[in-house]
């Protein structure tokens, strides 16, 4: 599978198969400034994340998998919701700490997928009162809890995320919530569609909020089978002061 650059240009391709093109597409992914909240989602081409069965499973075609990987590689943490635990698979990263966000601390149903690697790293985001319910549904897990608040500030979960892990670079993988909830804090969108996206915006969802943002689009892929991918960042001088 391979990675075709079509803007900026020059045009480029960069091979997935080998480590020379994964190491060009890593260089090309790689987090803008000392500090960055980065979303990552795939969506249909009318700003869709979920599929008719809950999931974003029936969205994600060509490379996007293998990408999500490569940006995974290169954050400091990855934060998801509980609701995507439990509408689909997601493996733990296997170099970077997962971070888990839940209120009510209910994980039962999850399908979250351990590869045994060394490097596995779970917190859960959630109020100490939930310590309980949290590690009876992750039974064998190794769960670090992080104490939150049941209405803590964006800016504040994200400083408390930092701190815990001295992570500089975040990637917010979703769901829905999440993402809106951390949208004024995000200083970059990755989206990848399969299709072009049906209104002006280069990718960006219809329902994601705050559209006043100065998005650039820094960059946009394709691949062998005709994803889109998307790269906004918000220029130098625009972004929301980092969390710590």
Known sequence: MNLYRVFPQPPAVFSLTDTDGISEVRSAYSPVGTDSVRAIMVTSPLGETLDSAGSS?????????????????????????????????????RT?????????????????????????????????CNADRVRD???????????????????ALVGNIRSHLGADHLLVEGGRTTWEYLAPLTTELLIATAAPPLNS???????????????????????????????????????????R
């Open 57 to 93: 499973t029936a969205l994600s075609l060509g490379a996007d998998r293998r990408l999500l990987g490569i940006v995974r590689e290169g954050s400091d943490a990855v934060i998801v919701g509980a609701s995507t635990l439990r509408a689909e698979p997601v493996p733990l990263p």
């Open 96 to 128: 970077t700490p997962l971070v888990v966000l839940t209120r009510s601390g209910d994980l039962h149903g999850h399908q979250l997928v351990s590869r045994g690697a060394a490097g596995e790293r779970l917190v859960v985001a959630t109020p100490q």
């Open 137 to 155: 549904a992750l039974e064998g897990f190794t769960v670090e809890l992080l104490d939150i608040s049941e209405d803590i500030p964006a800016e």
């Open 201 to 243: 915006r280069q990718g960006i969802p219809p329902w994601w909020p705050v559209p006043e943002r100065p998005w650039d689009m820094a960059s946009l892929f394709t691949d062998d089978a005709r994803m889109l991918y998307y790269r906004h960042v918000i220029p130098e001088g625009g972004a929301p002061s980092p969390a």
